[in-house]
């Protein structure tokens, strides 16, 4: 079945980095789309950064351009999501997604990972 396995999430203090990583497996032959999710404690998921399988195009929304960078690596079984000038604002879950579409919203997500926690103090 498919397989989405995340790490890197941590405890940073704000201006601080991390790199959280998702690594697949499984059939996702049918997936052009794959990124990074994330929720806050009492806010809905937002998408924060996608990539396009084959052609490694990249989307990051405008609240966190400039300062989110997602990656693939050569297997394309990877992605990798560098976040710099990590703000309070920006604790939360992160989650691993495959996508069915480009448009980040929920109901275009076919697959979930089970998450990795980011907590940025101030």
């Known amino acids: 079945q498919v397989q989405l396995v995340e790490s890197g999430g941590g405890s940073v203090q704000t201006g601080g980095s991390l790199r959280l990583s998702c690594t697949r497996s499984g059939p996702t032959a049918d997936i052009s789309y794959w990124g990074w999710f994330r929720q806050a404690p009492g806010k809905q998921r937002e998408g924060v950064a996608r990539i396009h399988i084959s052609t490694g195009i990249t989307y990051h929304p405008y609240h966190v351009k400039g300062r989110f960078t997602i990656t693939q690596d050569d297997s394309k079984n990877t992605i990798y999501m560098q976040m710099n000038s990590l703000q309070p604002d920006d604790t939360a879950m992160y989650y691993c997604?495959?996508?069915?579409?480009?448009?980040?919203?929920?109901?275009?997500?076919?697959?979930w990972g089970q998450g990795t926690q980011v907590t940025v103090s101030s």
């Open positions: 997604v495959l996508l069915r579409a480009p448009t980040m919203f929920k109901y275009n997500v076919a697959f």
